[in-house]
């Protein structure tokens, strides 16, 4: 994040802790880390995190609705500010959206694939009715990009998180390089979803 003249503003105690717990989660599994873990891996006091954190689940619940949230709110951004230019650029810059994320974050990509199940329900609901909203943001693209009825965009658009998702193990190019063949195969992909 960049202040006014280009400065990098400060990271937030609390964004520091959702990193390196992230790391940790995707590293060992949420069950894996205790928060004298996490306090140590900040070198701090475990229980110096209960200033930001009520548990560890807390924890987890902020970073998994916050993933869900920034998918949501830049996926949004990007398509509105890509509309006038077409459906198709649309669909390129939510491609390219996620594959920013993917690549940027894959500890978060990894803990949001294994761990939802240990979210307390309203986090879930709350990671769940986000992740809805983003697959719907998703689908009206492919719908409008390729023609594609709304059954065959949604398959697609899950098929290509699933490919996309997967960087955390198959990211073995050069972050531009990778970049580029993502978000060619899921251009490739979604293309041929056409019903």
Not at 110 to 129: F, M
């Amino acid at each position: 994040m960049s202040g006014p003249e280009g400065a990098s503003l400060p990271t937030s105690r609390r964004q520091q802790i959702i990193e390196v717990a992230a790391g940790l989660f995707a590293e060992r599994g949420f069950h894996g880390v205790s928060i004298y873990d996490l306090g140590a891996a900040m070198g701090t006091s475990g229980a110096a995190l209960y200033k930001h954190f009520a548990s560890k689940d807390a924890l987890l619940g902020a970073m998994l609705v916050d993933i869900s949230e920034r998918l949501l709110s830049e996926g949004q951004q990007r398509a509105d500010a890509a509309a006038e230019e077409g459906p198709d650029v649309v669909l390129a810059a939510l491609i390219a959206w996620h594959v920013e994320f993917a690549l940027t974050h894959p500890a978060l990509i990894t803990v949001q694939l294994r761990d939802l199940a240990s979210l307390s329900e309203e986090d879930r609901k709350t990671v769940r009715r986000l992740q809805r909203r983003y697959v719907e943001l998703w689908v009206d693209a492919v719908s409008a990009a390729v023609g594609a009825d709304e059954a065959h965009a949604r398959s697609a658009a899950h098929a290509v998180f699933g490919m996309i998702n997967s960087t955390p193990h198959s990211a073995l190019l050069g972050r531009d390089d990778m970049a580029g063949q993502l978000q060619r195969m899921a251009h490739a992909a979604l293309h041929a979803c056409r019903s």
